[in-house]
């Protein structure tokens, strides 16, 4: 089974832009969609990006649409998730998670099937 690891969150400005990236311990994320998810303290877990097996589709959360790239480099076996423009609303625990289902891009929690544990993302007004 794949263990997706999340890193690059920490401190940013309003304004500003940070880098998450998602790498993967036992089995290659090559073979999974990757879905990034974020849910901030009080609020539901909500979709964000996510991006085919072969980055041939990708998909945006509303959040972050004209904002946020997600991209993969199958060779590094991690995905990253590029965020511009960042806002105290962008303030979570992100997550990476992978879904069996590597054609499609889901929004849905339920069809991704492993999840890291998260890294948090601080935005300071």
């Known amino acids: 089974q794949v263990q997706p690891v999340e890193s690059g969150g920490g401190l940013v400005q309003a304004g500003g832009s940070l880098r998450l990236s998602c790498a993967a311990s036992?089995?290659?994320?090559?073979?999974?969609?990757v879905g990034w998810f974020r849910q901030a303290p009080g609020k539901e877990r909500e979709f964000v990006a996510g991006?085919?097996?072969?980055?041939?589709?990708?998909y945006y959360g509303d959040s972050v649409k004209g904002r946020g790239t997600i991209s993969r480099d199958n060779t590094k076996n991690t995905v990253y998730l590029q965020m511009i423009s960042l806002t105290p609303e962008d303030a979570a625990v992100y997550y990476c998670?992978?879904?069996?289902?590597?054609?499609?891009?889901?929004?849905?929690?339920?069809?991704?099937?492993?999840w890291g544990q998260g890294t948090q993302v601080t935005v300071s007004s």
């Open positions: 991006v085919t097996w072969n980055g041939g589709r990708t």
């Open positions: 036992g089995r290659t994320l090559s073979s999974y969609t």
């Open positions: 998670a992978a879904s069996i289902y590597a054609s499609s891009v889901s929004t849905r929690q339920e069809n991704y099937k492993y």
